[in-house]
């Protein structure tokens, strides 16, 4: 079984300084990961994901993100943030062997304050 | 036009009445979900279907139930809502993974139900 661990619930920051959410996971097997971002009164819409190949891999609105092995991480960064990237964030984890779910982290409230 | 609608977006109702949310998607894609959002768990996955004959429970199936009436279209049933059923409800959908998709999921706006 897989699992996702976001160890941060919520995650006060000032305008313009960088940001860093934190996400682990377990798996017995390989997994693809993904982030995912919720604006208020909106559905989920996935930010990033890492398949394979490089272990920095680039989103939209500035976002990216290191997957580390050896560490189980799955770390979400933005080099500096804006009013707008108030959101929650949810981390996901779908193992390659039959990819048949998508396992989500309990998610982190990201707040951009003035 | 949003490509994985639900409707209705928001529903209040009474412990005991039966409920049907619906999930329609123009994406072309085989693989269907819903999951339920409650604050500070995430979301959990209620049941998934990866084509019209194949209908899975997921984490949380109890109290629920599902029809995939074709390849668009997956709805969920509540067949006698209770308060701990209350809840942001999301449908969700995915192409067959493949090396430059993982299993991506898109989804809807969700619907907000409340029992009371």
């Known amino acids: 079984a897989q699992s996702v661990t976001q160890l941060d619930s919520q995650v006060p920051v000032f305008e313009e300084a960088p940001v860093e959410l934190r996400c682990n996971y377990s798996?017995?097997?390989?997994?693809?990961l993904f982030w995912y971002v919720q604006y208020p009164n909106q559905g989920l819409q996935l930010l990033l994901k890492?398949?394979?190949?490089?272990?920095l891999v680039k989103g939209i609105n500035g976002f990216e993100a290191e997957f580390n092995k050896s560490q189980t991480s799955f770390h979400l960064r933005k080099p500096s943030v804006h009013i707008s990237d108030t959101a929650e964030y949810f981390c996901?984890?779908?193992?390659?062997?039959?990819?048949?779910?998508?396992?989500f982290g309990s998610g982190t409230q990201l707040t951009v304050l003035p | 036009d949003a490509d994985v609608t639900q409707t209705p977006r928001n529903r209040i109702t009474k412990t005991g009445k039966r409920i049907m949310l619906e999930c329609s998607q123009t994406?072309?894609?085989?693989?269907m979900y819903w999951y339920r959002q409650d604050p500070g768990l995430g979301l959990r996955l209620i049941y998934y279907?990866?084509?019209?004959?194949?209908?899975n429970k997921g984490e949380i199936s109890d109290g629920y139930s599902v029809s995939r009436q074709a390849q668009a279209k997956f709805s969920l049933s509540l067949e006698s809502a209770i308060p701990n059923q209350t809840a942001l409800y999301f449908c969700?959908?995915?192409?067959?993974?493949?090396?430059?998709?993982?299993?991506?999921?898109?989804f809807g706006p969700g619907t907000r139900l409340t029992v009371l």
């Open positions: 969700a959908t995915s192409d067959r993974p493949t090396s430059g998709s993982g299993n991506e999921q898109f």
């Open positions: 798996s017995s097997v390989s997994v693809y």
């Open positions: 890492y398949l394979s190949g490089s272990t």
């Open positions: 996901a984890v779908s193992d390659l062997s039959s990819a048949r779910q998508l396992t």
């Open positions: 994406k072309g894609h085989d693989r």
């Open positions: 279907s990866f084509d019209v004959k194949d209908i």
